[in-house]
């Protein structure tokens, strides 16, 4: 996102919109599709994308619980598998920090 200029076409286009609709467009400038070096596509970034293993949900397993007249709050539950989400993704944060993440302090 750019900041416009003040008293620019597009800082006065951005003024007559937000008086018409009660709000503006964002200032985006990309790249174009088809001609021109302007235009609203965003620039090509790279883009990593990183899968770790599933984080194992079973309801039974509190269904069960219940059924054996244990007390499993749902504050409890979410908290058990809020847990194994964030080793999960600490984890997998670990394995790959290095590979993407290279202009970091290391720690």
Do not use: C
């Amino acid at each position: 996102m750019r900041q416009t200029v003040p008293r620019s076409v597009r800082a006065k286009l951005a003024r007559l919109l937000k008086s018409w609709l009660g709000f503006t467009l964002p200032n985006a400038v990309g790249r174009s599709l088809l001609f021109g070096k302007t235009g609203l596509m965003p620039y090509p970034k790279p883009l990593n994308v990183v899968v770790g293993a599933p984080v194992d949900f079973d309801p039974s397993s509190v269904l069960q619980r219940e059924q054996n007249n244990e007390q499993v709050g749902l504050d409890q539950f979410v908290d058990a598998y809020h847990e194994q989400y964030i080793k999960a993704f600490k984890q997998l944060w670990d394995d790959h920090k290095d590979k993407f993440d290279g202009g970091r302090r290391k720690s």
